[in-house]
């Protein structure tokens, strides 16, 4: 990796945390605060959620007919997710200590807070914890088969690929061979769980 990309990244990073940092301030000016697993907004922010909530008969008679026919359809997947969910969960737990790869925890990434939002009715919420845990679930997945991928093979692909994970940008260049081995080598360590 040359140096510009090297001086890219460090830049990539910075904002990041730029941005990590924004996010947070506008939690306080959105009146809430983080307790625990639970989120809480200030009263008057609530009695406002309260009054801007849609029963469920004018959601229903207001939502878009497609929705509610297509459905039973997106719901079906859960199926499938559970299955890749067990899976993948099982290969981490059976494999990463093996390799000594530092697991990957699931309440980083499957995320359900939605739920605290007093302005979604039941059915809103119900979907805003299906979508977080699809969209959990692969963000899972993906730091799994990241961390798997930066075990075995860390190695840029010679074409372009839309929607990499965060590590594949500090992986190996296409076609540079010179002490392979080793470098993988220093992948597979910096993997490793660190012990405090």
């Avoid at 959990?136 to 993906?142: D, M, R």
Wanted: charge should be positive; hydrophobic fraction near 40%.
């Amino acid at each position: 990796m040359n140096d510009q990309i090297r001086e890219l990244l460090a830049q990539i990073k910075v904002l990041e945390d730029e941005l990590q940092t924004a996010v947070h301030a506008q939690e306080h000016r959105m009146f809430f605060q983080i307790q625990g697993k639970r989120v809480e907004f200030e009263q008057t922010i609530r009695q406002t959620h309260q009054r801007l909530k849609r029963g469920f008969f004018l959601w229903l008679v207001t939502n878009r007919p497609q929705n509610l026919i297509t459905g039973p359809i997106i719901y079906s997947m859960i199926f499938p997710m559970l299955v890749l969910d067990v899976c993948v969960s099982f290969y981490q737990a059976t494999c990463f200590p093996i390799y000594r790869v530092a697991k990957v925890r699931r309440a980083d990434y499957i995320v359900l807070d939605r739920q605290h939002l007093a302005y979604l009715n039941f059915v809103e919420k119900f979907h805003c914890t299906y979508c977080a845990y699809g969209t959990g679930l692969l963000a899972y997945v993906s730091e799994i088969v990241a961390r798997t991928e930066q075990y075995f093979c860390p190695i840029k692909h010679a074409r372009k690929v839309l929607g990499t994970h965060a590590r594949y940008a500090h992986f190996l260049d296409y076609g540079d061979a010179a002490d392979h081995a080793a470098r993988v080598e220093e992948f597979r360590i910096a993997l490793e769980e660190k012990k405090p």
